[in-house]
C-alpha cells in the first residue's frame, strides 16, 4: 500500500527554523515528483513547494521562496521541508502529496497520494 | 486572498446534483488543461477527485463529473450522497513561476 507519513510539527517561536519530514512507503520517491501542501486553521489549500522525479527541478511558491528548502535522501525514501525564519502566517498543517501518473508534475496528473499532516505553529 | 475563486458555500439534497464553480483568469484556469478538484472530509487529507479537467482516478464514482469553459472550471456530483458532503477545492497551473494554485474552497452540504 502507498503511504506517506509527515513528522516534525512542533510550536516555534517567530525567526526559528524546523524541519519536516514525509516518508513514504509502497513506491520508490525516485519515481514521483512529490509536493509540500499547507493549510492554515480553518484556511484553505495552499500550494508550497514540488521537487521533480530527477530531484533537480525545484519549485515554490512566492510565499516561502528563499525561506523553505525542499529536498530528499532517496537511500531513506523520505522527502524533507526545511523551514527558515518561520513567520506566524506559516502557521499550518502541512502536507506532503505524491503526484498521480509517476514522471508526472502535481498539477498534470493531481496529487493522488497524501499523507495525514503534521502541525507547524509560529507563536510568541 | 485565494488566486482561484469559489462559492463558499453549496448544498443538495440527497439524488439531486450540483455544480460547483471555480473562477480564474487566463493565466491560470483559462490558460491550461491542469485543473483538479480534491474532495476534504472534516480533520482528513485532502482526496484527488478530479485531473485533467475531466479525467476521474480510479475508484472515484461516476456520480463526480467536470468540466471547463474560458476561465471557468467546474465540478458536478450527480446522485448526491450523505458522504459527498465535504470541503471542494479546485486547483490550476498557473504557470512556471506560480506554479499550483488552489481555490479558497466550498463547503458542500447534503441536505
Known amino acids: 500500500e502507498v503511504q506517506l507519513l509527515e513528522s516534525g510539527g512542533s510550536l516555534l517561536q517567530p525567526g526559528e527554523s524546523l524541519r519536516l519530514s514525509c516518508a513514504a512507503s509502497?513506491?520508490?520517491?525516485?519515481?514521483?515528483?512529490m509536493s509540500w501542501v499547507r493549510q492554515g486553521p480553518g484556511k484553505g489549500l495552499e500550494w508550497v513547494s514540488s521537487?521533480?522525479?530527477?530531484?533537480?527541478?525545484?519549485y515554490y511558491a512566492d510565499s516561502v521562496k528563499g525561506r523553505f528548502t525542499i529536498s530528499r535522501d532517496i537511500s531513506k525514501n523520505t522527502l524533507y521541508l526545511q523551514m527558515n525564519s518561520l513567520r506566524a502566517e506559516d502557521t499550518a498543517v502541512y502536507y506532503c502529496?505524491?503526484?498521480?501518473?509517476?514522471?508526472?508534475?502535481?498539477?498534470?496528473?493531481?496529487?493522488?497520494?497524501w499523507g495525514q499532516g503534521t502541525t507547524v505553529t509560529v507563536s510568541s | 486572498q485565494s488566486a482561484l475563486t469559489q462559492p463558499p458555500s453549496a448544498s443538495g439534497s440527497p439524488g439531486q446534483s450540483v455544480a460547483i464553480s471555480c473562477t480564474g483568469t487566463s493565466s491560470d484556469v483559462g490558460g491550461y488543461n491542469y485543473v483538479s478538484w480534491y474532495q476534504q472530509h472534516p480533520g482528513k487529507a485532502p482526496k484527488l477527485m478530479i485531473y485533467?479537467?475531466?479525467k476521474r482516478p480510479s475508484g472515484v464514482p461516476d456520480r463526480f463529473s467536470a468540466s471547463k469553459s474560458g476561465n471557468t472550471a467546474s465540478l458536478t456530483v450527480s446522485g448526491l450522497q450523505a458522504e459527498d458532503e465535504a470541503d471542494y477545492f479546485c486547483?490550476?497551473?498557473?504557470?512556471?513561476?506560480?506554479?499550483?494554485?488552489f481555490g479558497g474552497g466550498t463547503k458542500l452540504t447534503v441536505l
Open positions: 486547483s490550476s497551473y498557473a504557470g512556471i513561476n506560480n506554479f499550483v494554485v
Open positions: 502529496a505524491k503526484s498521480g501518473g509517476g514522471d508526472c508534475w502535481p498539477y498534470q496528473c493531481g496529487m493522488d497520494v
Open positions: 509502497g513506491f520508490a520517491l525516485r519515481t514521483s515528483a
Open positions: 485533467e479537467v475531466n
Open positions: 521537487i521533480g522525479v530527477s530531484g533537480v527541478k525545484l
